[in-house]
């Protein structure tokens, strides 16, 4: 709706700021949406049901509804919703619209865009109607650029989480001696262990142990056939106390014997 004209929004009656009683439901109807429903939550505690999907109705709370869409909702009594709805129309098709729901970031403005479009009507307003539409724009450009902001973010924080999960991975092979720990990893990615394990497998492609393990073994095999240590050697420099275990291992990952690689 970015590049819709202000003159192509077509106002509906339906639109108000309520209080919601207790007993407040929004009701299956025998039809779907005929149009378009901007619909706000100034307070209280809901959910909302569009197309089968549950959704939280809170603070702050928005959603764009088109035609077509099959809505439903209900509150808790003892917290009930106060919200706003604008119904309305467009007479040309849209290349951008809004996504169906999301919390507004900025609310101020947004407010005062919601509370302004309402009072236009309760009185008579000279020009309501061509304000109204310009408004209906604004709020429109609103949630599209709130959700641009929120795609930056996103990419950014992935491009960060990358950086971040590389050069763990590089941290690990240039100390593969060092007894790294999930824990001690996750705290110097500065990211929870669970998350830390998800991301290193899907970005680095082994599990945190699995490339801790290979990491020691490809600097054994260096160890063992360029610098002519020994096996016991090469096992105490990358943390093995055990020299049965290391020479297991090394063969699980190699094939062979360390014994074989000197």
């Known amino acids: 709706m970015l590049y819709v004209k202000p003159d192509s929004f077509i106002l509906k009656p339906a639109f108000a700021t309520i209080h919601c ?21 100034w307070s209280g505690i809901g959910t909302v049901n569009l197309n089968g999907k549950s959704y939280n109705a809170q603070k702050g ?34 290349e951008l619209v809004p996504k169906a729901y999301r919390v507004i970031q900025d609310p101020i403005p947004f407010e005062s865009l ?8 309760l009185v008579k307003t000279f020009g309501a109607e061509i304000e109204a ?5 604004q709020l429109m450009i609103h949630l599209l650029r709130e959700e641009r902001e929120k795609e930056k973010r996103l990419e950014h924080s992935s491009n960060d989480l990358l950086e971040t999960i590389r050069e763990t991975a590089n941290f690990i092979q240039q100390h593969p001696g060092v007894p790294h720990s999930i824990e001690s990893l996750a705290i110097r990615a500065n990211l929870s262990p669970r998350y830390f394990s998800q991301k290193f497998k899907e970005i680095i492609g082994h599990t945190v142990r699995n490339y801790i393990i290979r990491s020691r073994i490809n600097r054994a095999e260096h160890l063992l056939h360029n610098m002519g240590m020994t096996v016991t050697e090469a096992a105490d420099a990358l943390g093995y106390n055990d020299l049965h275990f290391f020479s297991r291992q090394f063969k699980k990952y190699t094939g062979k014997n360390p014994s074989e690689i000197r």
């Open 61 to 94: 709370s928005c959603f764009l509804f088109k035609p077509g869409d099959w809505t439903t909702a209900t509150h808790d009594p003892q917290h009930p919703l106060v919200l706003s709805y604008i119904h309305f129309d467009l007479n040309e098709t849209p």
């Open 133 to 137: 539409q310009l408004i209906l724009k």
């Open 114 to 121: 919601l509370t302004r479009y309402i009072r236009l009507f």
């Open 21 to 41: 009683e207790p007993n407040w439901q929004w009701r299956k109807r025998n039809q779907p949406l005929p149009n378009y429903d901007l619909f706000y939550v």
